[in-house]
């Protein structure tokens, strides 16, 4: 089978000799795989996904200048403390929770619960997800002006009911520590 | 992650998306963005490539002093090269 011929839906006809659960759990792990080792196939998969009906687009004006302003992440690539209660994948709609990711965070304290894109990069360099080295270095070079104390983690595939949640409560949650937190703009990154 | 993105902004603080699906991006109406078509897990490059992630991270967030319309994103020229079969 040529490349361009591999399709994407073929896993969802996996033979469920295993658990149902272990069977989607590997249905998962097998579709991220393929994604990344075939990244246009994303993008038809994303094609196939109902477009979201969205009005008007909020809109913040940034007056503060980075060079002056306190800088927060929030992630939708499934970070999180090792020592912090991981992401649901064992709802097929995920999991609108979020956890929150102190500045100083060591390096050997991340994990990332995600089973939907693949993660072994992420996984020997959080920054590629979760620039917070990076950002640290633009704070030590005066692009910005801080990082905030606080980053926030979500997992990004959030479907069915929990998208209400995501909208009435966790996002909004969010948004209102990150007030609390003193941040003047945020960074958004996905998985 | 656009989803996200709004409910940040309705709350007074400007927000700057990296954005690897432009599709997503686009229907969520998220208010800036740069986009890059790399693959998924890899919004600011490779791993060990600290130079490479800053030049997303710094491109990424000077929207915010750059981007006036609203929902603008801006196509970054970096190239892929890793994998020879990203279209």
């Known amino acids: ?191 | 992650m656009g989803l996200i993105q709004r409910e940040i902004e309705k709350a007074g603080i400007p927000t700057a998306g990296i954005s690897i699906v432009r599709r997503f991006t686009e229907e969520t109406k998220a208010p800036r963005a740069v986009f890059l078509k790399w693959p998924m897990g890899h919004p600011l490059g490779e791993p060990g490539r600290g130079k490479q992630q800053i030049t997303v991270l710094k491109k990424a967030l000077e929207t915010l002093e750059t981007i006036k319309e609203p929902g603008t994103i801006i196509d970054l020229p970096y190239r892929w090269r890793r994998y020879e079969d990203m279209s």
């Not at chain 1, 249905?27 to 990344?36: N, S």
């Not at chain 1, 499934?78 to 064992?90: A, D, E, I, R, T």
């Not at chain 1, 693949?118 to 950002?135: G, Q, S, T, Y």
């Not at chain 1, 606080?150 to 966790?170: S, V």
């Open chain 1, 1 to 191: 089978m040529n490349r361009g011929e591999l399709d994407p839906g073929f896993a969802t006809n996996l033979p469920h000799t295993l658990g149902m659960e272990q069977s989607m759990a590997l249905k998962d792990r097998i579709l991220a795989k393929i994604f990344t080792a075939f990244p246009s196939l994303v993008r038809r998969a994303a094609e196939k996904i109902p477009p979201l009906k969205i009005g008007g687009i909020p809109w913040a004006p940034f007056t503060k200048g980075l060079k002056g302003s306190r800088v927060a992440i929030v992630t939708t690539a499934g970070v999180h403390l090792k020592s912090q209660k991981p992401f649901n994948m064992k709802d097929p709609n995920g999991d609108a929770t979020f956890r929150v990711i102190p500045k100083d965070t060591k390096k050997e304290d991340f994990i990332i619960t995600h089973d939907y894109y693949d993660h072994r990069d992420a996984d020997i360099d959080i920054n590629i997800v979760f620039p917070i080295d990076r950002l640290r270095e633009l704070a030590d070079e005066g692009f910005i002006g801080a990082v905030a104390e606080n980053h926030y983690g979500f997992m990004g595939h959030i479907d069915g009911p929990h998208l209400k949640t995501l909208l009435n409560d966790t996002a909004p949650d969010a948004a209102k520590r990150l007030k609390e937190d003193g941040v003047d703009c945020v960074l958004l990154t996905p998985g």
